[in-house]
C-alpha cells in the first residue's frame, strides 16, 4: 500500500450493529481520520443522524456518549456509498450475512448477496488502490470471491484484502471495542503488499490497543477463527443447558454446578450461565453455517457435531415454553401472562433470535394472552419478530399479545410472569406489589435465573427457575 501510515480517510459499507458502533470507537480514537458510514436504507442513516441521541437505531451503553462527540466532526453517515467507497482508502464491509432462505443451502448456508454487491459496487466506482476489510461474519475462503469479483469486474486497479472479523458482544459493544481481548487481522502475509496492508490496518488499531492483543493470521484461518469462536461460546450454553435439565431430575442446582466447574481455571466460569437459551443474530447463524461448510466438505461427523448445540438450544427454548403450560393445570388458553423483556439479552434492543418470540410464539398458539414489557425494545419490533415466525397474521398477533410500557401493569392480573430477559431493573422491582396484583397461585417463570428466589417463595410465589 503506497500510502501506508498515512491513512485519512475510511469507509464502511453497512450502518448496522456492527459497522455503527465499530466506526464510533474508531473515530473517536482517530480524529485525524475521517470516518464515513455508509447504508443503502435511508431510515437507518437518518435514524444515526438523529438530533435526538435516544432515537440512534441502536442502544448500547457508551454509544451515546461517542456519538455525540464525533458525529459532524470525523464521523458522518450517509446514503452516498459512491462517494464514501470513492474517497476512502480503506474499506470495511459490515453488511449483514444472513442464513439463506431460498435455493441451495436454504437454511442453513450464509447468505453473500450483499457481500457480493459491496464488492462489486466497489469495483465500479474504485479508481486507486484500496485496502477491503471484511468486517461481516463469513464462511472461511470468501475472501477468494471477493478478490475474484474486484480482480474481474473492476478497473484493474491493486486491492488488498485483508479478514477483520468482530468480536464485539452486544451490550457491552463500546466496552468490547475499546478494550478488545484480541484483534484478529487475516492477510496475506507471504507477500511483501499484503504484509504492508496488515501493518496498515493494525497501524489503526494500535492507536488505542496494546500491539500484543493484534493477532495477525493468514485469510483463512482468520475467517474461520470467528465462526469458530462463536460456535465455542454458543457450545458452553448448550452444555450448561443440557445439564440444567439434568439438575431438575435430580435435586442438583445448576448454579451451584456452575460455579463449581468454573472454578478449574481450565473450564473458566464465563458463558455457563443456564438460561431459557441463547439468541442473538450471530451464533445461530454462524453454526449453521460452519455445519454447512463441514457437510459441504464431506465432514459429516464434525456437521453432526455442531448440530447438536442447535438442537440444544431449541429443546431449552420449547421446554421452558412446554414447562409454563404444564405448571399452568395444563391450558393457558385466555390466561394472560406477562413477559419481562424481550431482548436477546439485556443493554440491548436487539432482538433477533431472541428466546422470547420463541416462547411467546409457542404459548400464543396455546391461546394465551401475552403481555410483554421491555425497557428498550419497542413495540413495532415485537410484532415483526412474530410476523417473521409465525404463521399467525399481524391481525391476530395484535388480538393475542399487547406491549406494555409499565412492567407493574404488565404483571397486573396475570396467571404467571415469565423472565425472559437478564435486565438488571427486574431484579429490584417491588415483587410484593405484583404478587398482590396476580391471580392466585401467582406463577413466576424465570428463565434467567435473576430474582431472589427466597424473597419470592416468601412472599407466596410459585417460583419455576431454570435448572433447579
Ligand atoms: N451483531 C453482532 O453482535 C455481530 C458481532 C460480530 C459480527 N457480526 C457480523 O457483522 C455483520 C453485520 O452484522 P450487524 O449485526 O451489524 O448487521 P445489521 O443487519 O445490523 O447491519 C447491516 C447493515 O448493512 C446494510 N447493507 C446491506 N447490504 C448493503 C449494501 N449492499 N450496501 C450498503 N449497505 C448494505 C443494511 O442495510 C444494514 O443496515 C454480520 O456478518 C454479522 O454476522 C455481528
Known amino acids: 500500500m503506497k500510502s501506508y501510515k498515512k491513512i485519512t480517510n475510511i469507509c464502511c459499507i453497512g450502518a448496522g450493529y456492527v459497522g455503527g458502533p465499530t ?8 480524529p485525524d481520520i475521517m ?11 437518518a435514524d444515526w443522524n438523529s438530533l435526538n441521541l435516544d432515537n440512534l437505531p441502536i442502544y448500547e451503553p457508551g454509544l451515546q456518549e461517542i456519538v455525540a462527540k464525533v458525529r459532524g466532526k470525523n464521523l458522518f453517515f450517509s446514503t452516498d456509498i ?8 480503506i474499506i470495511f464491509i459490515s453488511v449483514n450475512t444472513p442464513t439463506k432462505t431460498y435455493g441451495k443451502g436454504k437454511g442453513m448456508a450464509a447468505d453473500l448477496k450483499y457481500i457480493e454487491l459491496c464488492a462489486r459496487k466497489i469495483a465500479e466506482i474504485a479508481t486507486e488502490e484500496k485496502i477491503i476489510v471484511e468486517k461481516s461474519t463469513i464462511p472461511v475462503r470468501t475472501a477468494q470471491t471477493i478478490k475474484t469479483i474486484l480482480e474481474n469486474t473492476g478497473n484493474n486497479i491493486k486491492f488488498h484484502i485483508l479478514s477483520n472479523p468482530e468480536f464485539l458482544a452486544e451490550g457491552t459493544a463500546i466496552e468490547d471495542l475499546q478494550n478488545a481481548d484480541r484483534m484478529l487481522i487475516g492477510g496475506d502475509n507471504t507477500t511483501k503488499e499484503g504484509q504492508d496492508a496488515i501493518e496498515c490496518l493494525s497501524s489503526i488499531y494500535e492507536r488505542w490497543l496494546p500491539k500484543e492483543r493484534i493477532i495477525k493470521t493468514n ?3 482468520s475467517e474461520l477463527s470467528k465462526l469458530t469462536a462463536n460456535a465455542f461460546l454458543a457450545q458452553r450454553v ?3 443447558n443440557a445439564i440444567s435439565a439434568l439438575c431438575e431430575k435430580t435435586g442438583a442446582d445448576v448454579d451451584e454446578v456452575s460455579r463449581a466447574i468454573g472454578a478449574d481455571n481450565r473450564i473458566g466460569s464465563k458463558f455457563i450461565k443456564a438460561s431459557v437459551g441463547f439468541g442473538g443474530s450471530c451464533f445461530q447463524k454462524d453454526i449453521l453455517n460452519l455445519v454447512y461448510i463441514s457437510k459441504t466438505l464431506g465432514l459429516e461427523e464434525v456437521a453432526d457435531y455442531w448440530e447438536q448445540v442447535l438442537l440444544i438450544n431449541d429443546y431449552q427454548k420449547r421446554r421452558f415454553a412446554e414447562n409454563i403450560v404444564s405448571n399452568l393445570f395444563n391450558t393457558v388458553s385466555g390466561k394472560k401472562i406477562a413477559f419481562l423483556g424481550w431482548a436477546f439479552k439485556k443493554n440491548t434492543n436487539d432482538t433477533r433470535e431472541t428466546a422470547a418470540m420463541y416462547v411467546a410464539d409457542y404459548l400464543l398458539e396455546e391461546t394465551a394472552i401475552i403481555h410483554v414489557y421491555d425497557p428498550k425494545v419497542k413495540s413495532n419490533q415485537i410484532f415483526a419478530d412474530l410476523e417473521y415466525l409465525s404463521s ?5 398477533n395484535h388480538k393475542l399479545l399487547k406491549v406494555e410500557t409499565d412492567p407493574y401493569q404488565a404483571c397486573k392480573e396475570s396467571h404467571a410472569v415469565a423472565i425472559l430477559t437478564e435486565w438488571d431493573e427486574f431484579k429490584t422491582y417491588d415483587w410484593q406489589r405484583i404478587y398482590e396484583n396476580m391471580k392466585k397461585p401467582a406463577f413466576i417463570f424465570d428463565g434467567r435465573n435473576v430474582v431472589d428466589s427466597k424473597k419470592l417463595t416468601d412472599i407466596g410465589f410459585k417460583l419455576y427457575q431454570i435448572g433447579k
Open 23 to 30: 466506526m464510533a470507537v474508531i473515530a473517536s480514537n482517530c
Open 35 to 45: 470516518v464515513n458510514v455508509v447504508d443503502v436504507n435511508p431510515n437507518r442513516i
Open 82 to 89: 459512491e462517494k464514501g467507497i470513492r474517497e476512502a482508502q
Open 219 to 221: 485469510v483463512w484461518s
Open 238 to 240: 448448550s452444555s450448561i
Open 392 to 396: 399467525r397474521t399481524n391481525e391476530e
